[in-house]
């Protein structure tokens, strides 16, 4: 979900907005050499992949809140105890590489899917194992992907392709069975459209919005909307988005089809436009310093949440989006479930990777830490993430750090698919995750050894911008 024109009121902190608080000596030695690195800028890349380590999505279970999974730069992070430990599921087990950052989502049984170059790809065992859809979905990019907040055993799906000249094969494809299988919409969406996200009104199941642009060389970004899931499709024009400033859906008001969020990303700045009659116009809502990654509104409705690394979190009633300024977490993404505010953060500036807030987004614990994996998904020894990920888990290990799990370091996969009970909290510079009681500011100490070795091994990098904040 995401935000808006520049605020005309003064920036200032809510009554949640935290202060760093004293030090570590340990969180100190930390920040003071990732303030040497960005000085001395060493060209060292941050990882394989060459990305800096850091999160850009957080999924949680329809039904189950202690089911949890983050898109990271170094895989997906699974937890299945509302985040007291972590799991790493390997990008290749899933299909995707390195430096793909894949739109993935629970659906109503469990299953997970994520749209990546090659098609979908669904698991139906917690991560264990994957599978793509076949037929006329194999080897078809799947450019992103929305489940049904009414009926999450429901999914849409769009996928965009280059045929050359300016010309793009887009189409809707819809699953109603847990992505058993999957129906492509009676009609293609323009060969001049290429579309980059989709989502389903929440009530009124026939309307489905996809955000993208058309009209090549000189691009211009639009919606197409259809009102029959897919038999007809309507183009409205976004103003202000060109080639250079691209439309991603934010969101769809759960009770009004009509009423819909776009973010357009521009370079440097980002904006929330806001359409009340179907996209047919819009308003500019708020408008950013820097990229604003983050968006969320509230499962009701009635409250947008926007942020960004330079922005800090910003929060409006939807009736008035007069924003005022909450927080200074550099929010890089941002999910509202009927249990929590999740954002993703940086652990250097926030103290956290992931953190949970309770209180609309004034305040945040720390639900993951840079180093806050036990290792590998848990699984039976002939799966794929065992055979796949275990051998892999010790480069990422090197380059974040890990927890210890068990009262002991975090290796391969036991092959017993069950999980250790959690481990209690570091209190000094170890690499245990403490996640009920850091706030912003609070939380560097528990990854500060691994973050510095890390930092000395491969300097300060800057995270790759997302393009679809979601």
């Not at 800028?41 to 189950?64: E, V, Y």
């Not at 699974?78 to 790493?88: I, L, V």
């Not at 922005?311 to 009736?319: C, F, T, V």
Request: hydrophobic share 40%; with cysteine.
């Amino acid at each position: 979900m995401r935000a808006l024109p520049a605020p005309t009121h003064h920036p200032r902190s809510g009554p949640g907005a935290r202060r760093r608080g004293p030090l570590s000596s340990c969180a100190a030695a930390l920040l003071s050499v990732a303030t040497l690195l960005s000085v001395a800028a060493f060209p060292a890349p941050a990882s394989a992949n060459g990305r800096f380590p850091a999160a850009g999505l957080i999924a949680s279970h329809p039904s189950d809140p202690s089911r949890l999974m983050v898109r990271a730069t170094y895989g997906l992070l699974a937890s299945h105890d509302g985040g007291e430990r972590w799991r790493w599921i390997c990008e290749p087990v899933v299909g995707f590489d390195g430096n793909e950052d894949p739109m993935i989502s629970f659906l109503a049984d469990g299953t997970i899917i994520a749209g990546v170059f090659d098609g979908l790809s669904a698991s139906k065992n917690g991560g264990c194992d994957w599978s793509f859809a076949q037929g006329d979905l194999m080897n078809r990019y799947v450019i992103d992907l929305s489940a049904d907040r009414e009926d999450p055993s429901r999914a849409v799906l769009v996928v965009s392709m280059g045929l050359g000249a300016g010309q793009f094969l887009t189409q809707l494809w819809e699953t109603s069975d847990n992505a058993d299988s999957w129906t492509k919409a009676a009609v293609d969406l323009p060969d001049d459209f290429l579309a980059h996200t989709v989502d389903a009104a929440p009530s009124d199941r026939a309307r489905v919005y996809v955000s993208g642009r058309y009209g090549a060389p000189d691009y211009a970004g639009a919606l197409q909307r259809t009102d029959d899931r897919g038999a007809t499709w309507e183009r409205l024009d976004i103003p202000g988005s060109d080639d250079m400033r691209l439309p991603f859906l934010g969101a769809i008001d759960p009770v009004d089809p009509d009423i819909v969020y776009v973010r357009l990303d521009g370079d440097p700045t980002d904006a929330l436009l806001v359409s009340k009659d179907g996209g047919r116009s819009f308003t500019t809502a708020f408008e950013s310093a820097g990229d604003l990654l983050g968006f969320a509104l509230s499962p009701d409705g009635a409250t947008v949440i926007v942020g960004g690394p330079q922005d800090g979190i910003w929060r409006a009633p939807a009736a008035s989006l007069e924003f005022e300024k909450i927080s200074d977490v550099g929010a890089r993404c941002l999910t509202w479930t009927a249990e929590a505010l999740f954002a993703c953060g940086d652990e250097f500036a926030d103290g956290f990777t992931v953190g949970r807030s309770i209180d609309d987004g004034e305040s945040f614990s720390a639900l993951l830490h840079l180093d806050g994996l036990c290792g590998p998904i848990e699984c039976a020894p002939e799966s794929g993430a065992t055979s796949t990920c275990a051998p892999l888990w010790g480069a990422t290990e090197l380059t974040i750090g890990s927890q210890q799990c068990d009262g002991a370091a975090a290796t391969g996969s036991s092959g017993g698919g069950s999980e250790p009970p959690p481990a209690e909290a570091s209190d000094g510079c170890g690499c245990k995750i403490g996640a009920a009681g850091a706030t912003r500011g609070e939380g560097a100490a528990p990854f500060a050894s691994s973050a510095i070795g890390f930092a000395l091994a491969a300097g300060v990098a800057s995270a790759r911008r997302r393009r679809r904040a979601r």
